[in-house]
C-alpha cells in the first residue's frame, strides 16, 4: 500500500454518530494531511499536520477533529455535527525539505457513507 | 487562499493523438505544482511534479510547463494509450516554506477513443 494505510475502507455512521478515520504511514514522513473528495468537487483539505502534536485546519475543518500523538498516525474523527459526511476520504503524507511539499503518498481511502 | 482552477471537466481523445490538460493558480507565491493520476477505485498517484524555478519538465511521454507570469501550468500526454484513462488533477502549493498542504484542481477525466 505504498507505505500509508487507511482504516476501514467503507464505513457506515448513523445520524448523530462519531466516527474515526485511521490513518498511519511508515514513510517517516514529518507532514500528513485529511482530504475529502467529492463528485466534481475535487479534493478539498479538511486539516494537515506537519509535526507532532501540531495541526491546523485546511478549507472544510467544519465538523471534523484530528490529533498527531505519533508520527505515524493522524486519526480524523468525522462529529455529529459534519451534516453532510458522506464521501470518499484520503489521508496522505510527504516529505517536509522547507522549500515546499514534496510530492504526496496517498492512502487507498475511506469511503463513508450515512445510514 | 489559494485557488486552482482546472479545465476542460472532461477531456476525450483518439488512441495516439495528444492530450492537453490546463491549470491556473491565484497565489504568485505559490511555487510546486504536482500532477496527480487517479484511475477508477484507486488513490491518487504522483505522475509528475514542477517547480517555479523550471519552464518545463519532461518524463517519457508526459510533460509540464509552467509559465509564472501569467500563472498557468498544463499538463501535456504524448502518444495517448488506453492505460492513459483516468482521471488527472494539477495542484499548487500555497507558500513555499512549509508542508501547508496543496490546493487541487477539480479534476480532469480524460478519455481515451479506441
Known amino acids: 500500500d505504498g507505505g500509508i494505510t487507511q482504516s476501514p475502507k467503507y464505513l457506515f455512521r448513523k445520524e448523530g454518530q462519531n466516527v474515526t478515520l485511521s490513518c498511519e504511514q511508515n514513510?517517516?514522513?514529518?507532514?500528513m494531511y485529511w482530504y475529502r473528495q467529492d463528485p466534481g468537487q475535487g479534493l478539498r483539505l479538511i486539516y494537515y499536520?506537519?509535526?507532532?502534536?501540531?495541526?491546523q485546519k485546511g478549507d472544510i475543518a467544519e465538523g471534523y477533529s484530528v490529533s498527531r500523538e505519533k508520527k505515524e498516525s493522524f486519526p480524523l474523527t468525522v462529529t455529529s455535527a459534519q451534516k453532510n459526511p458522506t464521501a470518499f476520504y484520503l489521508c496522505?503524507?510527504?516529505?517536509?525539505?522547507?522549500?515546499?511539499?514534496?510530492?504526496?503518498?496517498f492512502g487507498s481511502g475511506t469511503r463513508l457513507t450515512v445510514v | 487562499g489559494e485557488n486552482v482552477e482546472q479545465h476542460p471537466s472532461t477531456l476525450s481523445v483518439q488512441e495516439g493523438d495528444s492530450a492537453v490538460i490546463k491549470c491556473t493558480y491565484s497565489?504568485?507565491?505559490?511555487?510546486?505544482f504536482p500532477w496527480y493520476k487517479q484511475e477508477l477505485g484507486k488513490r491518487p498517484q504522483l505522475i509528475i511534479d514542477?517547480?517555479?524555478?523550471?519552464g518545463e519538465k519532461k518524463d517519457q511521454r508526459i510533460a509540464v510547463t509552467l509559465n509564472k507570469t501569467a500563472k498557468h501550468f498544463s499538463l501535456h500526454i504524448t502518444e495517448t494509450q488506453p492505460e492513459d484513462s483516468a482521471v488527472y488533477f494539477c495542484?499548487?502549493?500555497?507558500?513555499?516554506?512549509?508542508?501547508?498542504?496543496?490546493?487541487f484542481g477539480k479534476g480532469t477525466h480524460l478519455i481515451i477513443q479506441p
Open positions: 496522505a503524507s510527504s516529505t517536509y525539505h522547507g522549500q515546499g511539499s514534496e510530492g504526496y503518498t
Open positions: 514513510l517517516n514522513h514529518d507532514a
Open positions: 499536520s506537519q509535526i507532532v502534536n501540531d495541526f
Open positions: 497565489d504568485s507565491a505559490s511555487n510546486y
Open positions: 514542477i517547480r517555479s524555478n523550471v
Open positions: 495542484a499548487a502549493s500555497i507558500t513555499g516554506g512549509g508542508a501547508d498542504g496543496l490546493t
